[in-house]
């Protein structure tokens, strides 16, 4: 098949764009809308989500958050292993 005629061509640089804010803009529009209106503005572009969710009091990880104690796996692994 073949190609579009004007599609082909060499693009030239546009030097009257701003490009930081095109960077910027582009990356707002990216990102998605919070529906909770608490967080969305309580947030704070500057910061880390970790940092964020900390300073909120939600966990980034439930797994850090609330860990799974040692000897309780120990002790439901051995409960299992016991002669039939």
Do not use: F
């Not at 599609?7 to 910027?24: E, F, G, T």
């Not at 500057?46 to 909120?56: C, D, F, G, T, Y």
């Not at 980034?60 to 309780?72: F, G, M, T, V």
Request: with cysteine; hydrophobic share 35%; glycine share 6%.
């Amino acid at each position: 098949m073949p190609k579009a005629k004007g599609k082909s061509r060499r693009h030239k640089y546009s030097y009257n764009l701003n490009r930081k804010r095109l960077y910027r803009s582009a990356r707002r529009r990216a990102a998605p809308r919070i529906a909770c209106s608490h967080i969305r503005h309580a947030w704070d572009p500057h910061k880390s989500v970790a940092q964020n969710l900390a300073e909120m009091g939600l966990a980034e990880d439930p797994n850090k958050a609330i860990p799974i104690p040692k000897k309780l796996l120990v002790r439901k692994g051995l409960a299992g292993t016991g002669p039939l």
